[in-house]
């Protein structure tokens, strides 16, 4: 019981003034204690709004970019992060080969390499940024300019390792009708003496070709890409604090809201209070009444008694609370399309429980689960809830209660992508569910192909079922549930990939199956997804 409703019981003793007062006096702090946490909302919406306005101004500074452009931008910088990345790499293996001769350790060799790529990376970028500062006009004269150099570079290299590559086949050729070792000296110290120069040369040109190249990616990397990632950042966190203001916002509307609940619970409990002392008053009133009769007048009023009790059974048995429980296959053998590839069996099935819903009876409690390869173990509970017990004046109670069902099934993300199928776990489930209420109705309606798949058990893969063998198994395994008083039905069953062998021996099993179980009747076993609502 809370609070209010608490404080209405205490001032249902009360007269009218008194319990007048008595509301003012509880509501009093809670609307303090409202109020502050009001005050203290507002104030943190202010600092927000103006931590949110200098991130637009800072956006707007910038150029008030779109976050897709910005993204935009990012994604195509990727291209030369990844060239800047590759020839840092190719510049400090250079730089380890040439220092490396000079035998000054492992350590050392690195981390003057290391030295050596930075600087002349760094080069290029001070080079660079103090040219766009000087002339920023003609930046894009530039980048063509040295980039054009880039690309010389690149060929003459081309060029000279060709010309290098040519003389080392000439030797060997020449090495090939050597016969002796002072000739191979000899052959080999002309190469050496040959190739020396255009070799230096070589090494110079990649020097400058990765050296520029690298430089200006990296130059353009760090004043493009470097640039956009702050942006991003104003973008993240002005959405961030637009969700703390929705919050802050909605705490204010909460407290208002609670103070309204706090003075509807102390009227609710004084109302339920008053009336629970008035039927206490009017059953003394009976009570004497009855004591004053003669014994002819108490035996009529007894009878009376007797018939009103009749009468009210009469009436609300019409409406006897009934109980739906339903499996959905969501495995991927649900996902087959039709003959005409226009639908899934699972599409099929997620009409006909559709279908279900709109014509469910007065009074009925409804579960609808997800059949998967851990429908016992982990289940996945997809809708719960009751119908009406009254229809209404014209229907629109339990025609609201159906809609609603149906609206919430449609907000489920309901795909078939389970990759095994547990049918014996979700009768099990259903069978425990089923023994915990007490209904006259109980109805299992399973829209799945039947094909247990998993913990043990294969029909997906046989060309025909062995109902007496299977059954054995099942026995065995434990996996035979009570289905006492309850009707089942098995809808959607598709014939998808099999015979009419296969699916005939699938029927036989599952009729022996739920007979076994004592389930009251196997009320249909079909491909289609009907269902005679009168005889739940």
Not at 227 to 252: S, V
Request: charged letters at 25%.
């Amino acid at each position: 019981m809370r609070k209010g409703e608490k404080i209405g019981r205490l001032g249902a003793s009360l007269d009218t003034k008194d319990f007048t007062d008595l509301k003012d006096s509880a509501r009093r702090p809670e609307e303090i204690y409202a109020d502050s946490v009001k005050v203290c909302c507002e104030q943190e919406i202010h600092t927000l709004e103006e931590e949110k306005e200098q991130i637009d101004q800072e956006k707007k500074d910038r150029g008030s970019p779109s976050l897709t452009v910005i993204l935009s931008k990012i994604k195509q910088e990727i291209f030369f992060v990844v060239m800047v990345i590759i020839t840092v790499i190719g510049e400090f293996i250079f730089g380890e080969w040439f220092i490396g001769p000079f035998g000054l350790g492992n350590l050392k060799t690195i981390f003057l390499a290391l030295t050596f790529t930075l600087v002349l990376i760094l080069a290029v970028d001070i080079f660079f940024s103090a040219l766009e500062a000087k002339w920023p006009q003609h930046s894009s004269t530039y980048n063509l300019v040295f980039g054009s150099i880039g690309f010389i570079l690149v060929f003459w290299l081309i060029y000279m390792a060709s010309d290098i590559r040519g003389l080392m086949f000439r030797t060997a050729s020449t090495l090939r009708s050597v016969t002796s070792a002072e000739e191979t000296v000899g052959v080999a110290k002309e190469f050496f003496e040959g190739a020396s120069k255009p070799f230096m040369v070589l090494m110079m040109v990649l020097t400058a070709a990765i050296t520029l190249i690298g430089g200006i990616t990296y130059h353009r990397v760090k004043e493009r890409l470097f640039a956009l990632l702050p942006l991003r950042g104003l973008y993240k966190r002005g959405k961030r604090i637009d969700k703390e203001i929705l919050r802050k916002r909605q705490a204010i509307a909460d407290q208002d809201a609670m103070i309204a609940q706090f003075a509807a619970d102390i009227q609710l409990g004084f109302s339920e209070e008053k009336a629970r002392k008035s039927r206490k008053g009017a059953f003394s009133q009976l009570a004497s009444v009855f004591q004053s009769q003669s014994l002819g007048g108490k035996a009529v009023i007894f009878c009376f008694l007797i018939l009103a009790v009749l009468v009210c059974g009469l009436i609300f048995s019409g409406v006897a609370r009934g109980e739906v429980i339903v499996f959905l296959d969501m495995t991927g053998s649900s996902g087959v399309r039709d003959y005409a590839g226009k639908e899934t069996e699972f599409q099929k099935d997620v009409r006909g429980m559709e279908k279900l819903l709109q014509e469910m009876p007065l009074g009925e409690r409804y579960r609808i689960f997800g059949l998967t390869g851990e429908s016992f173990s982990n289940r996945h509970l997809l809708l719960d809830g009751n119908m009406a017990k009254d229809k209404g004046a014209f229907g629109e109670v339990i025609a609201r209660d159906r809609l609603a069902a149906i609206s919430q099934l449609k907000k489920q993300d309901l795909k078939p992508v389970a990759d095994s199928t547990d049918v014996f776990g979700a009768i099990h489930l259903a069978s425990i569910l089923f023994a915990d209420v007490n209904s006259k109705r109980k109805n299992l309606i399973l829209y799945s192909d039947m094909r247990q798949y998993g913990k043990g058990f294969d029909f997906e893969s046989p060309s025909e079922l062995r109902p007496e063998a299977l059954l054995g198994q099942v026995k065995r395994q434990g996996k035979l549930p009570s289905l006492n008083g309850v009707k089942v039905w098995c809808l959607g069953v598709h014939a998808s990939g099999k015979t009419p062998v296969y699916w005939e021996s699938l029927r036989d099993f599952w009729e022996q199956y739920f007979k076994l179980a004592n389930a009251a009747r196997l009320c249909a076993f079909s491909m289609e997804r009907e269902i005679n609502i009168e005889e739940f």
